[in-house]
């Protein structure tokens, strides 16, 4: 199923997209109840079932375009981002290819919806794109093994790690510069895991006001998902709804040669194969 999470008549709905639109299926995930993404990830097979009936029973469906979306796990727990996952990335940055993975956080001010205009702040010179395979945790995940590991993953999504690099570079410690508001755009979708057979074998593509920047396939990940949801459990309780970032393929700015940083008017477009279009309008900050 794709799951759309949208503002709606009392506050935030859930949806499910057919092919005649999306419907609407806030009750019937939340058991009589409103429900979001995170609460049906925790919800089990029943629940999952019971919006899958509700979606396909009703004729009452609205066109994803005329939906005001919201990020699309809005109430995300943990936020857990990886960084040089892709060899190809780590590669054009001279950087080595990791021996463990690197993580770090970003936190709920940073989530962003598909099409929510982002602003670049005032401070930050070298703001730049980064498409990355997001998945969401749907078990509670506490030591598990990487060959169980993707049993705990509830779905994914499509995800965009905006970063400020003259900000994540003033030190060792890359939050400044990645935990800015609006910068981890996530949408539209959370598409169930059912539905994505192989998160190792996925396209994925980021383009700037049309022009293609980043084209690759998640096969080039350093470290998988199921490798990353395993290691992360080995040191936290991962709960549903906790999101992880998996890291970014080749092409970003940063790693060019003409460096010519992300501006306000600049719309960044994220896909991933089967996951949806994530698109993020850029704008200046108000002060």
Same mark, same amino acid.
């Given at each position: 199923?794709?799951?759309?999470?949208?503002?709606?008549?009392?506050?935030?709905?859930?949806?499910?997209?057919?092919?005649? %639109?999306? &419907?609407? =299926?806030?009750? /019937?995930?939340?058991?009589?109840?409103?429900?979001? !993404?995170?609460?049906? $990830?925790?919800? *089990?097979?029943?629940?999952?079932?019971?919006?899958?009936?509700?979606?396909?029973?009703?004729?009452?469906?609205?066109?994803?375009?005329?939906?005001?979306?919201?990020?699309?796990?809005?109430?995300?727990?943990?936020?857990?981002?990886?960084?040089?996952?892709?060899?190809?990335?780590?590669?054009?940055?001279?950087?080595?290819?990791?021996?463990?993975?690197?993580?770090?956080?970003?936190?709920?001010?940073?989530?962003?919806?598909? %099409?929510? &205009?982002? =602003?670049?702040? /005032?401070?930050?010179?070298?703001?730049?794109?980064? !498409?990355?395979?997001? $998945?969401?945790? *749907?078990?509670?995940?506490?030591?598990?093994?990487?060959?169980?590991?993707?049993?705990?993953?509830?779905?994914?999504?499509?995800?965009?790690?905006?970063?400020?690099?003259?900000?994540?570079?003033?030190?060792?410690?890359?939050?400044?510069?990645?935990?800015?508001?609006?910068?981890?755009?996530?949408?539209?979708?959370?598409?169930?895991?059912?539905?994505?057979?192989?998160?190792?074998?996925?396209?994925?593509?980021?383009?700037?006001?049309?022009?293609?920047?980043?084209?690759?396939?998640?096969?080039?990940?350093?470290?998988? !998902?199921?490798?990353?949801?395993?290691?992360?459990?080995?040191?936290?309780?991962?709960?549903?709804?906790?999101?992880?970032?998996?890291?970014?393929?080749?092409?970003?700015?940063?790693?060019?040669?003409?460096?010519?940083?992300?501006?306000?008017?600049?719309?960044?477009?994220?896909?991933?194969?089967?996951?949806?279009?994530?698109?993020?309008?850029?704008?200046?900050?108000?002060?």
């Amino acid at each position: 199923m794709r799951l759309v999470s949208f503002h709606g008549d009392g506050g935030l709905r859930l949806g499910v997209e057919t092919e005649a %639109g999306v &419907a609407d =299926v806030t009750e /019937a995930a939340g058991d009589g109840s409103r429900a979001s !993404v995170r609460s049906l $990830a925790g919800a *089990g097979p029943e629940a999952l079932l019971r919006v899958r009936q509700a979606a396909e029973s009703t004729s009452d469906v609205v066109a994803v375009e005329q939906l005001r979306l919201a990020p699309a796990v809005p109430d995300a727990g943990k936020i857990i981002c990886v960084g040089l996952n892709y060899r190809k990335h780590a590669a054009e940055g001279g950087m080595p290819v990791p021996e463990r993975p690197i993580y770090f956080a970003k936190y709920a001010n940073s989530l962003a919806a598909s %099409g929510e &205009a982002v =602003v670049i702040p /005032a401070v930050a010179e070298k703001a730049d794109y980064e !498409v990355e395979l997001v $998945a969401v945790i *749907g078990r509670r995940a506490r030591k598990v093994s990487e060959d169980r590991a993707l049993e705990h993953v509830f779905g994914y999504a499509t995800g965009n790690d905006l970063s400020a690099r003259d900000l994540q570079m003033r030190s060792s410690q890359w939050m400044y510069g990645k935990a800015i508001d609006g910068f981890a755009p996530l949408g539209p979708y959370v598409v169930t895991s059912d539905e994505v057979p192989d998160p190792q074998a996925l396209d994925l593509r980021c383009s700037v006001n049309g022009d293609l920047r980043q084209d690759s396939n998640t096969r080039d990940m350093v470290f998988s !998902v199921a490798e990353l949801v395993s290691d992360l459990s080995q040191i936290m309780t991962l709960e549903p709804g906790d999101v992880v970032y998996t890291g970014t393929p080749e092409g970003v700015i940063l790693g060019m040669p003409e460096q010519v940083w992300l501006q306000p008017g600049d719309e960044v477009v994220c896909e991933i194969q089967g996951l949806g279009r994530l698109v993020t309008p850029l704008v200046a900050d108000p002060g």
